[in-house]
C-alpha cells in the first residue's frame, strides 16, 4: 500500500507537469489540424457537389448542432447512394464547422469519451486508405466518386480532389497523434481514481489476482458499480491496474508510465546580436493568411471558366479552335485577351492570358501560402530555421507572385462577368470578396516587410556609429 501511494504521488505530479505540455502542444496542433482538414474537405465536398456525383442536402442549414457525434456509417444501396452520401458528407462537414468554430479544445475536457468521437470524426474516412476495396463503406464510396473525376478530362479538379486527399491524410495523423497524447493522459488520471476509490471497496490482493484473476475482476467491477456508479466503466483500465499494482511486472509497467509523461524541458539557444527574425515571421503569416481566399478564388474562377467554355460558338470560331490545337498540339486552347487598367500609364490595355494554367498557378500559390500559416506544418517550421536572409528572400518573392496573381485576378473578375452569355451571368461567381481578403493580407505583409528592413538599416547606422547593440 505504501508503495502505491508513493507511487500515486508521483504520477500526480508527473500528470501535473504534463498537462501545461499538452495544452501548449497536443491542443494547439488539434486546432490548427482540423482547421486545416476543414478547409480541404470544404473544397472537396464543393467540387464532388459541382461535379453532381453527390446531391447537396436541401435540409443542411436547418441543422442545429449542439454537440459532437459522428454522422452515419451504415450501408448504402447503389441507387440511394449519390443523395445519401451527399446527406453524410454535409452532415459530416456540419460537425467539422462546429468543431472548428464552437468546440472548446481543452486537456481536461477532453476526456476518454470525448476523444472517441474526435478519433471517430478524424477516421470517418481514411484519406490515407482511399481504395474502392476499403473496409470502411463510406471510404470504399467516396473513393469510387474520386475516381470518376480523376479518370476524366478534368485535370485541374482531378488535382484538387488528389491534394485534398494528401491534406486530409497529413491532418489526420497529425489529429490521432495528439489525440493518442491526451487519451493516454486522461487513461492514468482514471486509474488514480480507481486506486482511490474502487480498489480499497474492492478488498483484493494479490495473492487473488494471480491466483483467481477473474474472480478478482469481479469484485473491482462490483466495487465501481457501488462507489463510481455515475461514471463510464472501462474493463481494459482496470486490467491495467490489475497488472501496475498486483503482478511481477507492475515496476517496470509504473516506470513505463512516468517515462511515458516525462516532459523535456527543451533550452532555445540564444542568438547572437539583435534578432528580427520574428518581425520577418509576422510578415510570412501574414502572407500566408491569403493563402485560403487564393485558392477560393481559383476554385471560383474554374467555375466561371467551365461556365465560359459552356456558350455557343460559331462554326468559323469552332475551326480556329480545332486550328489552333492542331498547331500548339494541345488538348484546348485556354489563351484568351484579358482587358485589363495599367496603372502606370492610367489606361486600358491587353493582354493573353492562359487561364487554365494561371488557375493552376493561383491554387498552387494559395496552398502554399495555406502551409505557410500553418505553424506546425514542415514548411513552416523550415523557413522558421532557415537562414534570415532565406527568409526575407521567399517572403519578398511571394509578395511578388501574389501581386502579379492580385492583379490578374481583378482582370479575370471582369472578363468573366462580361464575356459569359448574358442569361448565364447571374452564374457567375465574383472574386471580389477574395480580391478584397487577398489584398488586405498583402498589405499586413508589406507593412511588416518594410518594418522589417527599416529596423534592419537602423541597426546597420548604428554599427557604422559604433553603437553595439544586443538582445540581452
Not at 489525440?179 to 487513461?187: P, R, S
Not at 483500465?237 to 513505463?256: F, R, W
Amino acid at each position: 500500500m505504501e508503495d502505491t501511494n508513493t507511487y500515486l504521488e508521483t504520477l500526480e505530479a508527473a500528470l501535473e507537469k504534463k498537462y501545461s505540455d499538452l495544452e501548449n502542444r497536443c491542443i494547439r496542433v488539434l486546432k490548427e489540424s482540423f482547421r486545416k482538414y476543414h478547409q480541404a474537405f470544404k473544397n472537396y465536398y464543393d467540387l464532388l457537389v459541382r461535379k453532381a456525383l453527390i446531391a447537396e442536402d436541401p435540409y443542411k442549414f436547418e441543422l442545429k448542432v449542439s454537440s459532437l457525434e459522428v454522422p452515419p456509417k451504415g450501408p448504402i444501396s447503389d441507387s440511394e447512394k449519390t443523395v445519401e452520401m451527399g446527406k453524410r458528407l454535409s452532415a459530416f462537414e456540419i460537425q467539422l464547422d462546429f468543431l472548428n468554430n464552437y468546440y472548446q479544445f481543452k486537456t481536461e475536457e477532453l476526456d476518454l469519451k470525448q476523444i472517441k468521437i474526435l478519433a471517430g470524426l478524424c477516421q470517418y474516412i481514411l484519406w490515407d486508405r482511399m481504395s474502392p476495396g476499403s473496409n470502411s463503406l463510406n471510404t470504399r464510396v467516396l473513393a469510387d466518386l474520386s475516381e470518376k473525376v480523376k479518370q476524366g478530362n478534368d485535370s485541374l479538379s482531378s488535382g484538387i480532389l488528389s491534394d485534398g486527399e494528401k491534406q486530409m491524410a497529413e491532418a489526420s495523423r497529425e489529429i490521432m497523434a495528439s489525440l493518442k497524447e491526451i487519451m493516454f493522459y486522461h487513461k492514468q488520471y482514471y486509474k488514480i481514481l480507481l486506486r482511490k476509490t474502487v480498489f480499497p471497496a474492492a478488498k483484493i490482493d494479490t495473492l487473488m489476482v494471480e491466483s483467481y484473476r477473474d474472480e478478482a475482476f469481479k469484485k473491482v467491477k462490483h466495487a465501481f458499480a457501488e462507489t463510481l456508479r455515475n461514471e463510464a466503466f472501462y474493463p481494459e483500465l482496470v486490467q491495467e491496474v490489475l497488472d501496475e499494482d498486483y503482478t511481477p511486472s507492475g515496476a517496470t509497467l509504473k516506470n513505463d508510465i512516468l517515462t511515458h509523461l516525462a516532459v523535456e524541458a527543451k533550452e532555445k539557444p540564444k542568438r547572437q546580436g539583435v534578432d528580427y527574425r520574428s518581425i520577418l515571421m509576422d510578415a510570412v503569416k501574414a502572407l500566408g493568411m491569403a493563402g485560403p481566399s487564393l485558392y477560393n478564388a481559383g476554385l471560383k474562377a474554374n467555375d466561371n471558366l467551365v461556365l465560359l467554355q459552356s456558350k455557343k460558338i460559331s462554326i468559323s470560331e469552332r475551326f480556329r479552335l480545332w486550328l489552333q490545337r492542331v498547331v500548339q498540339k494541345t488538348e484546348e486552347s485556354m489563351v484568351y485577351d484579358i482587358e485589363y487598367f495599367d496603372e502606370k500609364t492610367s489606361s486600358s490595355k491587353t493582354m493573353k492570358l492562359d487561364i487554365k494554367k494561371f488557375l493552376e498557378k493561383t491554387l498552387s500559390r494559395g496552398k502554399l501560402l495555406q502551409s505557410v500559416s500553418n505553424k506546425m506544418s514542415p514548411r513552416y517550421q523550415k523557413l522558421e530555421n532557415a537562414d534570415e536572409g532565406d527568409v526575407y528572400s521567399f517572403l519578398e518573392k511571394q509578395i511578388m507572385e501574389v501581386q502579379t496573381i492580385l492583379h490578374t485576378l481583378t482582370a479575370l473578375d471582369t472578363f468573366f462577368k462580361t464575356e459569359v452569355q448574358r442569361d448565364q451571368r447571374k452564374q457567375v461567381k465574383g472574386l471580389k470578396l477574395e480580391i478584397t481578403a487577398i489584398k488586405n493580407n498583402l498589405l499586413k505583409a508589406n507593412q511588416k516587410r518594410y518594418e522589417y528592413v527599416s529596423r534592419k538599416e537602423e541597426m546597420e547606422q548604428l554599427k557604422k556609429l559604433g553603437i553595439n547593440i544586443n538582445d540581452d
